[in-house]
DNA sequence: CGAAAGCTTGACTACCATCAAGGACGGTGG
DNA sequence: CCACCGTCCTTGATGGTAGTCAAGCTTTCG
């Protein structure tokens, strides 16, 4: 909860939107922002609540949940490292936020951040640009969700977890077979695509028998050949 | 595709983007912008294209399309007027943007148009607002097509696309029928719902049958019960 | 060690896609 | 004016994919 003091050391630093910001620009930042640690399964913001923050997510996983009046639950999307939370000039926040795993949020007040956006236009065309970004990566989850069966879903969430596991750190070869975590659980990940949990671990078994993927225990996930998943990804 | 002189007799004037500029700067938009007539059917940007324009849309309608490698089709969203059209700052377009009836649009050059939005801070404003309220739409859209049921996407559509159509001109009275024409074929509703055209077409069948709505013939749509429309939409 | 949460597997079902055929509507040309 | 054609829409029969219900197994954590 303590003020921020240390950004110029910051993890995200050169990711975050604050890159568009010199050491000085920093300085102003670090009196309006706190660090905020948060667990697993923690809501930082409710549907529906007003929206009073903004925040960088320093490290973690959240969700971006919506729910149906019935209870149905279905995640909108996934926030990662660097990505930017929250909703400027919305009245009331449209999703709950919750973390899959433990984060570390630089969080502002939502007004107080407006005020930072007004004042530094590269922040705000940065924070533009990615919005318009994340909106393309919304409309491409709207076609998969309508029209890939289960099995190109799970091939393909594998493939982008993949993906994101590899981004730090590159493997050896690219041809090796890689190993990685899954940040979620099965039911998340039936919330993400749009499935149940049966589905997604019979698809997630399917795959293993075809030994195009092994599931050495836990959340672990090895691709043994990733060509045939892709292939999978992309199959009707 | 004259150039523009009429920004101040503009019918879209006080919703779309310009609505944050001047008259005196309008002018300036008037020498970079020209209008543009296009008709049912044509295309405005191919996905993978370079994206070199930016728009306001000023009449009619256009979707944004997303195609699979082996030719299924998905609306991943549509465009109505006063709506921006195209992505400032993108290498190239992620969609291919349709016209679905005729359309008139006030079109710029992308490069010229970014240039503008740098010297015009509250015209970058409103096009991130926007631009996060898109987001939120079609994080919602990402709930509805992974969640919903034919019905309830069916239900949801008409009623959307209801109050669309009584958005400019109030009806009467709230209970009185109220009768309005598609603008989409079937098939482009089984487009943008992730649905067939069949099942499309029997959701319509089963709702008049229930006395909910009445199909007076060509694309008009009536809307006897909206009260049962919306616990159409809703049920499980 | 025991309980809770998460995962797998099986049997059955329902919903929607697919395949197929025919009808309604609108425009064109004889 | 009517016949013709293309597009769009409706309806029926059938099947497959993924959801639902149920039971048992594994991992995690207090």
Redesign the pocket.
Known sequence: MAHIDICTDCAIRDQALCSSLSDSELTTLNTLGRRRTITRGQTLIWAGDESIICANLLSGVLKLVAATPDGREQIVGLLYPADFVGQPYAGQADFTITALTDAELCIFPRDAFERVLEDHARMERLLLQRTLAALGVARTRIASLAR??????IAGFLLDMASRATASGCRATPDAPMTFD?PL????I?DVL????????????RL?IAGIIA?P???AVTISDERALQDSAEAA
Do not use: D, P
């Open positions: 890939q069966s289960a099995q190109e879903k899954l659980t099965r039911g998340q039936a749009g499935l149940t949990i049966e589905t997604v671990s019979r698809q997630m078994t293993k599931l225990g836990g959340r």
